[in-house]
């Protein structure tokens, strides 16, 4: 089955860097990978999401990247706030499935002022 | 759009009490709904799936008996937590589907449960 791993566990950042998270999957079959940010006690809201057609997706601030060949793709944060500060999961959907979604364990993201 | 509820957001029950978690999709229809759990300061572990009108799968491991998954219509699944144990505490988190070649999940708000 559909196996991710994401690092790293932990992220600190000064306000105004970047950051940049990484997860590997082992499926060849997953053609989905979104991005989720949780905050405390709260639902994970998903920020961005790539399908394997694509190498590259952007909104704003947030970008995420994809090499299907490598199985592996990347969140990018640029010019952080201190809001930014949460968990944030990497997820791909298993092959073959009705859209089951396997999560990374989690970067928790630290942002100072 | 796509806003999911979840019901109740807390609820603590004694040792043995079953208890019934809902997830409603408020304004879409939800072909497929999703059960996960999740420990404090872990990532989320998919339970189970369930689809409108027919029986729910469940993942390696988790005890269908255990936990009843109930998707009645294409806006309500339900989660019953049977003969719960404090080791059944811990944070629920439904979410749901649309329909066709999407597979965007969005989440409803979860369900704290503590059993004492």
Known sequence: ?113 | GAVVSQHPSRVICKSGTSVKIECRSLDFQATTMFWYRQFPKKSLMLMATSNEGSKATYEQGVEKDKFLINHASLTLSTLTVTSAHPEDSSFYICSAGTSGNSYEQYFGPGTRLTVT
């Not at chain 1, 000064?14 to 999957?25: L, M, P």
């Not at chain 1, 694509?54 to 201190?82: C, M, Y």
């Not at chain 1, 500060?85 to 999560?103: E, K, M, R, T």
Request: some cysteine; proline content about 4%.
């Open chain 1, 1 to 113: 089955g559909e196996n991710v791993e994401q690092h790293p566990s932990t992220l600190s950042v000064q306000e105004g860097d970047s950051a940049v998270i990484k997860c590997t999957y082992s499926d060849s079959a997953s053609n989905y990978f979104p991005w989720y940010k949780q905050e405390l006690g709260k639902r994970p809201q998903l920020i961005i999401d790539i399908r394997s057609n694509v190498g590259e997706k952007k909104d704003q601030r947030i970008a995420v990247t994809l090499n299907k060949t490598a199985k592996h793709f990347s969140l990018h944060i640029t010019e952080t706030q201190p809001e930014d500060s949460a968990v944030y999961f990497c997820a791909a959907v298993a092959g073959g499935s009705q859209g089951n979604l396997i999560f990374g364990k989690g970067t928790k993201l630290s942002v100072k002022p």
